[in-house]
């Protein structure tokens, strides 16, 4: 097994690890709020957004031959109110788990490197060659796979839908393997970074999760 984050092995309210980098979406976006906090039910990450976008990742390597599966858990206090992963101007979720993959960026045809040279100009931080990005939404299906609005370099796979998941804790166990295939149509090189990520800039709105453990487990 590959520990990403043991957060139920923190102490709350201490300093989370220096591996723990923040990811920001634009520097001028205000920045979601992430601590360790005690739930009642053991020490989780808590990210409160408030009409914020900014999440946290972890710079590591990660063959996805050998360790294939993701295993996670979050709770959400609510999902937020206009969301839609179908549309730029209302691209919010109370919970993501990201996954950046390595890859050769000259295979991508000149519009995608157009995006990802611009991309990289604005957050002054390169960019992933690909990225899985595990959602919640208000009322698409479990299972939906579809592109960010912004590139298709980021394809976003639902985990979780409507009222049902609210308040609760969900653990969660995905092949990234098989996603990566079923997004990108080809194998993956290794993964380089994982993170988080709760916002709620593009609606207005307020947003809060509770991320506990994050795992890797060999097939």
């Not at 590139?151 to 804790?169: H, L």
Request: glycine share 8%.
């Amino acid at each position: 097994m590959v520990e990403i984050g043991r957060f139920s092995q923190k102490v709350a309210r201490s300093p989370l690890p220096e591996y723990w980098k923040p990811y920001i979406v634009l520097p001028s976006k205000p920045l979601t709020q992430y601590s360790l906090v005690d739930t009642g039910e053991g020490v989780a990450l808590e990210a409160n957004a408030q009409a914020s976008a900014s999440g946290l990742y972890r710079s590591i390597r990660i063959n996805p031959g050998s360790h294939p599966t993701v295993s996670w858990r979050w709770k959400i206090s609510g999902l937020i109110p206009g969301a839609d992963k179908r549309l730029a101007h209302a691209e919010d979720s109370p919970a993501r788990l990201l996954i950046a993959f390595h890859g050769d960026p000259s295979k991508l045809d000149v519009v995608e490197r157009g995006k990802m040279r611009m991309a990289r100009a604005i957050s002054g931080r390169e960019v992933p060659y690909a990225t899985l990005m595990y959602v919640v939404s208000n009322d698409l299906p479990v299972g939906t796979m579809l592109p960010n609005p912004h590139t298709d370099r980021i394809q976003m796979v639902v985990v979780a839908s409507g009222e049902g998941q609210v308040g609760q804790w969900i653990d969660f166990r995905r092949n990234v393997l098989e996603d990566y295939r079923r997004a990108f149509g080809e194998d993956p090189w290794d993964i380089v970074s994982v993170g988080v990520m709760t916002d709620a800039d593009n609606t207005g709105k307020t947003a809060r999760c509770h991320y506990g453990d994050i795992s890797f487990l060999r097939k």
